[in-house]
């Protein structure tokens, strides 16, 4: 039998965008040089517009429902995301890991496990996207939930989760969110809720994902906290980086 992967699990309360941001990224430092991985699932306090890496600042521009909302910009790439009635998730693996190996197939890796998981919580029309990445002939739509990849989760024809990664030598940075319930900030973004008539809470899916990323994944998944070398490395984040108009506007802090 192959020995399972141990596995750091944070399960935190929502919070605001600059700290989520900051926590991944101290997260990734710390267990960059090790042999364990680390998966973070998390909520927003607010409403909150995250940038994907490469996107410019003046984008946002064409979102007009999302512009009072705070703004961040992610260390991975893709689409922007309005984050709010979602169930967000950070994967941390470092380049010894099994998972690391297997950074292309992640994204479905992920995505088949949630999709199982939600088909025991009443969701059983979900699936992945298997079709080539859609092209627009204007350009990439400005939010995630707007483009299509292979190995999105889609029900029917929105789609409801969605994953982007940063690679790093030592490490890969997988982020994803899965659309709970439609946000006054992108009301043109129906969730779970209003595509299954299914209201399935944060937690719910949590304690029903976790055991399946567990088996799937080859994971043994251990409870761990913030320590405070962590906890102050994410506030000079905070400070230096992703509270920062500069790095938000230019990628620059």
């Known amino acids: 039998m192959t020995p399972r992967t141990r596995c750091a699990l944070l399960i935190d309360p929502p919070a605001s965008g ?3 941001m900051a926590v991944d990224e101290a997260l990734l ?3 960059a ?6 998966w973070r699932f998390y909520g927003w306090r607010e409403p909150t ?5 490469f996107q410019t600042h003046d984008d946002r521009r064409r979102h007009p429902a999302s512009l009072t909302c705070p703004i961040v910009r992610r260390a991975s790439g893709g ?7 979602e169930l967000t998730y950070s994967l941390i693996a470092p380049a010894g890991t099994p998972l690391a190996s297997q950074r292309e197939r992640l994204y ?7 999709i199982e998981t939600l088909a025991l919580l009443g969701v059983p029309g979900a699936s992945l996207f298997g079709h080539e990445t859609l092209v627009h002939p204007e350009g990439s739509p400005f939010l995630c939930f707007e483009r299509r990849s292979p190995g999105d989760v889609v029900y029917g024809d929105a789609k409801i989760a969605g994953s982007a990664q940063r690679r790093r030598r030592d490490a890969v940075l997988q982020h994803g969110s899965v659309l709970l319930g439609r946000s006054t900030a992108a009301p043109e973004l129906p ?3 209003e595509l299954a008539s299914r209201e399935i809470s944060n937690q719910t899916l949590t304690e029903a994902w976790l055991p399946r990323l567990e088996t799937h994944l080859e994971l043994a998944f251990f409870d761990h ?3 405070s070398s962590e906890q102050d490395r994410a506030t000079e984040l905070v400070r230096v980086k992703y509270a920062s108009d500069r790095w938000t506007r230019n990628r620059t802090a």
Do not use: P
Not at 33 to 38: E, M, N, R, T, Y
């Open 18 to 20: 600059d700290w989520n």
């Open 29 to 31: 430092e710390s267990f």
């Open 33 to 38: 040089d090790q042999d364990v991985c680390c």
């Open 49 to 53: 517009l995250s940038l994907g890496y």
């Open 79 to 85: 689409g922007a995301i309005v984050h709010d009635v």
């Open 108 to 114: 479905r890796m992920v995505h088949e496990t949630l």
């Open 191 to 193: 969730g779970i809720k």
């Open 225 to 227: 906290y913030l320590e």
